[in-house]
């Protein structure tokens, strides 16, 4: 999933330049699409070594979980600025607005980030 939205980033970015002849939002296009690229193979490492071994898993999935979060709020704050700035949605509304989208955004992730850090603890062997 992820490699794909970096996928439709990359190919999307030429679009922007459209919108933007500065290049600035096809750029931001390009750089979010080469950090999710790169951020992809700690999920998927992550998910198959929860399988075998919770433990490992932790490491990669937390810093999956992390990594995404950051690009969700670089995300949301480069749309609601540049929404703002275009006159599309105006003043408190338009921030309540992403302030929420970006919670939601974020927040998903951060439970999961509990739960493979604190709560999906592996049962000690029995003796």
Known sequence: LYRLVAGLLAI???LFLLIDP????AAACLLG???????TPLASSGA???IVEPDGARIDLALFFVGISIFLVAF?????TAAISGGWIHGI???VAGGIVLVL???SYAVE???VLAVAVPEAPSR
């Open 12 to 14: 999307s970015s030429p």
């Open 76 to 80: 949301f704050t480069t749309v609601l």
């Open 105 to 107: 955004g974020i927040g």
């Open 113 to 115: 980030l509990v739960y």
């Open 33 to 39: 699409s080469g950090y999710l690229f790169a951020l």
């Open 22 to 25: 500065s290049g600035a939002a």
């Open 93 to 95: 509304a338009g921030v």
């Open 48 to 50: 198959r070594a929860w």
